[in-house]
């Protein structure tokens, strides 16, 4: 009972695809291309973290495609290698280890040295260490602010902020990451630059974006690049300016270093620069730590370049997934943030995005409401190509900006638009189709007999000669004296008697197991299947119940002035037949052909002459047996050249009485009323 219960309740709910195909077709497609719309909004919304992993990772096709090789010799990379540890030992080294590894870099040449590493405990070596450090050209330690952690953790001491940065209440309205958790080098490095290696981590892991400002107990404190930068010009004014960008192409946000003019870094809302995965991993020149201890190295690769000191080795843990790579070293990512800021072509996203991401689905929505408007099978198999080419679209246009220009567009809102609005329009059309042929199915059923309508509905027309034989059982009912009632009466008023006599006499038809095969002027002819006792009986049955009920309902003993009365003429007949389509393929006639069909048409015309409303051929009065019918005698018919005998049925006192029926008294009248 429940289940029968939920059912009904899910039927009586509104079907959106009815009330769609019942709008007009232009009405409907604005529908369901707004509906797609709301609903891509929903899935980005419910689903936001997955879907941006896919996109991110899809997008960064526009890097990894186009991938550039070249080898980079501005930046090198000195590596804690797996040689490096089993040469020196385990990691952390003694400071006077790192005091050789700093002093070897900067006999070597390095400009200036950027060490992805921090010393958080005061150890022996440190004051080494340190004079190593001052003594080079250029240093910059690494500090971590603590992002995500419950804990507060307060190691060492963060130095080196930025100056004109509002932490608390920024002028610029940008949301820089706030914490009061850290991890440096104890005081005695304070005097050494520094510059956090905390990264933005995605849900996925992967580290897409770098925070250039990280505010420690309301200090904002540079990425470790960063810090390169302004330790490079060897200026003690470590300001920054933070300003919103006003340009349709332009970022969310520009950083300005006071220190670094001309530099003009983009950052999103949250104050993160997006890496730039442009450059293939084989395009940073690595070189292990202890070979640059040993001094086996070449010279030259270090000599005016910025260095880069890191741990690569997988023990040591500090790998990320990188479009590339699922286990790409940390330093290797410095090395792109500081390869953008030196080229100025740090990638970004428009603060416009959202508007030109919307005119590209606009553009969509524009091609796909053409496309299911275009006749025939363009939009039967244009839409499905279109679900599958314009994600692929949305996908090579920001392959292609990305590629050229450093602009992180986005694609996934017009794709999954593009996916979602083709296959509704594609559901739509279909349904429609579906209605549209169910509706020429239903219309020609009612002109034409339902098999034949199927086939018509669901067949593509032919010349040829469509046609079976079968045995079949005729009835052919025909209102006699009608032609001249229509003369003498308005149009309206023949109509209206020529209608219900179809109506009704269809109805009876129908509950007796028969079909009408065709209407044609005042008569139809009727056609039950098989040449049989059952056949027969039922066409008797339905002769004698259209006789009776249009008889007492239609036909008046009374006519018009000067007319004899309309009256029923019924004829039944058996035997072979040919059933199907001729004619040309642009204008098809079903047919009923053969003998039978002419005897049956010509027994109903002596109806009038025998003065009998209803006359059965030889051939179904045989399996008739059982019935009492009376012999009207042997007749030439007219056209024919063998005589027939027909035959009529008996009514007794009794069933006319029980059936209220009156005897007919139907007259012979001169001439034909056709």
Same mark, same amino acid.
């Given at each position: 009972?429940?289940?029968?219960?939920?059912?009904?309740?899910?039927?009586?709910?509104?079907?959106?695809?009815?009330?769609?195909?019942?709008?007009?077709?232009?009405?409907?497609?604005? =529908?369901?291309?707004?509906?797609?719309?709301?609903?891509?909004?929903?899935?980005?919304?419910?689903?936001?973290?997955?879907?941006?992993?896919? *996109?991110?990772?899809?997008?960064?096709?526009?890097?990894?495609?186009?991938?550039?090789?070249?080898?980079?010799?501005?930046?090198?990379?000195?590596?804690?290698?797996?040689?490096?540890?089993?040469?020196?030992? !385990?990691?952390?080294? !003694?400071?006077?280890?790192?005091?050789?590894?700093?002093?070897?870099?900067?006999?070597?040449?390095?400009?200036?040295?950027?060490?992805? =590493? #921090?010393?958080?405990?005061?150890?022996?070596?440190?004051?080494?260490?340190?004079?190593?450090?001052?003594?080079?050209?250029?240093?910059?330690?690494?500090?971590?602010?603590?992002?995500?952690?419950?804990?507060?953790?307060?190691?060492?001491?963060?130095?080196?902020?930025?100056?004109?940065?509002?932490?608390?209440?920024?002028?610029?309205?940008?949301?820089?990451?706030?914490?009061?958790?850290?991890?440096?080098?104890?005081?005695?490095? &304070?005097?050494?630059?520094?510059?956090?290696?905390?990264?933005?981590?995605?849900?996925?892991?992967?580290?897409?974006?770098? $925070?250039?400002?990280?505010?420690?107990?309301?200090? $904002?404190?540079?990425?470790?690049?960063?810090?390169?930068? /302004?330790?490079?010009?060897?200026?003690?004014?470590?300001?920054?300016?933070?300003?919103?960008?006003?340009?349709?192409?332009?970022?969310?946000?520009?950083?300005?270093?006071?220190?670094?003019?001309?530099?003009?870094?983009?950052?999103?809302?949250?104050?993160?620069?997006?890496?730039?995965?442009?450059?293939?991993?084989?395009?940073?020149?690595?070189?292990?730590?202890?070979?640059?201890?040993?001094?086996?190295?070449? !010279?030259?690769?270090?000599?005016?370049?910025?260095?880069?000191?890191?741990?690569?080795?997988?023990?040591?843990?500090?790998?990320?997934?990188?479009?590339?790579?699922?286990?790409?070293?940390?330093? %290797?990512?410095?090395?792109?943030?500081?390869?953008?800021?030196?080229?100025?072509?740090?990638?970004?996203? $428009?603060?416009?995005?959202?508007?030109?991401?919307?005119?590209?689905?606009?553009? #969509?929505?524009?091609?796909?409401?053409?496309?299911?408007?275009?006749?025939?099978?363009?939009?039967?198999?244009?839409?499905?190509?279109?679900?599958?080419?314009?994600?692929?679209?949305?996908?090579? =246009?920001?392959?292609?900006?990305?590629?050229?220009? %450093?602009?992180?567009?986005?694609?996934?809102?017009?794709?999954?638009?593009?996916?979602?609005?083709?296959?509704?329009?594609?559901?739509?059309?279909?349904?429609?189709?579906?209605? &549209?042929?169910?509706?020429?199915?239903?219309?020609?059923?009612?002109?034409?007999?339902?098999?034949?309508?199927? *086939?018509?509905?669901?067949? /593509? !027309?032919?010349?040829?000669?469509?046609?079976?034989?079968?045995?079949?059982?005729?009835?052919?009912?025909?209102?006699?004296?009608?032609?001249?009632?229509?003369?003498?009466?308005?149009? &309206? *008023?023949?109509?209206?008697?020529?209608?219900?006599?179809? =109506?009704?006499?269809?109805?009876?038809?129908?509950?007796?197991?028969?079909?009408?095969?065709?209407?044609?002027?005042?008569?139809?002819?009727?056609?039950?299947?098989?040449?049989?006792?059952?056949?027969?009986?039922?066409?008797?049955?339905?002769?004698?119940?259209?006789?009776?009920?249009?008889?007492?309902?239609?036909?008046?003993?009374?006519?018009?002035?000067?007319?004899?009365?309309?009256?029923?003429?019924?004829?039944?007949?058996?035997?072979?037949?040919?059933?199907?389509?001729?004619?040309?393929?642009?204008?098809?006639?079903?047919?009923?052909?053969?003998?039978?069909?002419?005897?049956?048409?010509?027994?109903? &015309?002596?109806?009038?002459?025998?003065?009998?409303?209803?006359?059965?051929?030889?051939?179904?009065?045989?399996?008739?047996?059982?019935?009492?019918?009376?012999?009207?005698?042997?007749?030439?018919?007219?056209?024919?050249?063998? $005589?027939?005998?027909?035959?009529?049925?008996? #009514?007794?006192?009794?069933?006319?009485?029980?059936?209220?029926?009156?005897?007919?008294?139907?007259?012979?009248?001169?001439?034909?009323?056709?």
């Amino acid at each position: 009972m429940q289940s029968a219960s939920l059912l009904f309740k899910l039927k009586q709910l509104p079907n959106p695809l009815q009330f769609l195909l019942n709008l007009m077709p232009g009405s409907g497609r604005l =529908v369901v291309l707004t509906s797609a719309a709301l609903l891509t909004a929903l899935l980005v919304l419910l689903f936001g973290s997955s879907l941006q992993t896919l *996109e991110e990772r899809l997008g960064a096709l526009g890097w990894t495609l186009t991938a550039d090789d070249t080898l980079e010799q501005r930046i090198t990379l000195v590596t804690i290698d797996e040689k490096s540890l089993s040469q020196i030992g !385990p990691w952390p080294w !003694p400071r006077e280890d790192m005091a050789r590894l700093v002093t070897a870099i900067d006999e070597a040449g390095a400009q200036l040295q950027i060490h992805d =590493v #921090f010393y958080s405990e005061p150890k022996i070596g440190d004051s080494e260490l340190l004079a190593a450090l001052q003594a080079a050209k250029g240093a910059v330690l690494a500090q971590v602010p603590v992002l995500q952690s419950d804990q507060v953790v307060r190691v060492g001491a963060m130095s080196h902020g930025l100056s004109n940065v509002n932490c608390i209440n920024p002028s610029s309205g940008v949301s820089f990451a706030n914490t009061q958790s850290f991890i440096a080098s104890h005081a005695g490095f &304070e005097t050494i630059a520094k510059g956090h290696i905390t990264p933005d981590v995605a849900s996925d892991g992967s580290i897409r974006r770098f $925070p250039a400002v990280v505010c420690v107990d309301g200090v $904002p404190y540079p990425a470790l690049s960063i810090s390169a930068l /302004l330790q490079a010009t060897n200026s003690q004014n470590w300001g920054a300016r933070i300003s919103t960008d006003t340009s349709l192409l332009g970022p969310d946000y520009r950083m300005q270093l006071d220190a670094y003019p001309g530099l003009s870094i983009p950052l999103d809302h949250d104050g993160n620069l997006r890496i730039s995965y442009k450059e293939a991993p084989t395009s940073f020149q690595a070189i292990s730590a202890a070979d640059v201890i040993a001094g086996t190295i070449e !010279p030259s690769l270090l000599q005016n370049t910025w260095v880069l000191v890191g741990a690569t080795a997988l023990s040591m843990g500090d790998v990320v997934p990188t479009p590339y790579s699922g286990s790409t070293p940390g330093v %290797e990512l410095q090395a792109r943030i500081l390869g953008s800021l030196l080229d100025a072509k740090i990638p970004y996203t $428009p603060r416009s995005a959202t508007w030109l991401l919307g005119l590209l689905t606009l553009a #969509f929505a524009v091609a796909l409401l053409k496309l299911a408007a275009a006749p025939g099978r363009i939009s039967a198999y244009g839409l499905p190509v279109a679900g599958l080419v314009l994600p692929i679209v949305a996908l090579l =246009v920001h392959i292609q900006i990305l590629s050229s220009s %450093e602009i992180w567009l986005g694609w996934l809102f017009p794709a999954l638009y593009g996916l979602l609005a083709a296959s509704m329009l594609l559901l739509l059309e279909q349904g429609r189709v579906r209605v &549209e042929r169910n509706r020429v199915y239903g219309n020609l059923s009612s002109y034409l007999p339902i098999d034949v309508a199927k *086939e018509i509905a669901y067949n /593509l !027309p032919s010349s040829a000669i469509n046609a079976r034989r079968s045995d079949a059982t005729l009835l052919s009912a025909d209102l006699r004296n009608f032609a001249a009632f229509g003369e003498a009466r308005p149009a &309206e *008023e023949s109509a209206a008697v020529l209608h219900f006599f179809f =109506v009704r006499a269809t109805e009876v038809i129908e509950q007796h197991g028969g079909r009408v095969h065709e209407f044609k002027g005042d008569s139809l002819l009727a056609v039950w299947d098989g040449h049989n006792r059952e056949a027969a009986e039922q066409a008797l049955l339905a002769a004698q119940e259209m006789h009776r009920a249009i008889d007492q309902n239609m036909l008046s003993q009374e006519s018009c002035q000067g007319l004899e009365p309309l009256a029923l003429g019924i004829g039944i007949e058996q035997g072979p037949a040919l059933i199907g389509s001729i004619g040309p393929a642009h204008r098809r006639s079903h047919s009923l052909l053969g003998d039978t069909v002419t005897i049956t048409l010509r027994i109903q &015309e002596l109806t009038e002459e025998l003065a009998q409303p209803i006359l059965i051929g030889e051939c179904a009065a045989r399996q008739l047996g059982s019935q009492q019918l009376e012999s009207q005698g042997s007749y030439l018919l007219n056209g024919l050249r063998t $005589p027939h005998t027909l035959f009529s049925p008996a #009514f007794t006192e009794a069933q006319q009485q029980k059936s209220g029926t009156r005897q007919p008294e139907l007259k012979v009248v001169a001439g034909r009323g056709k």
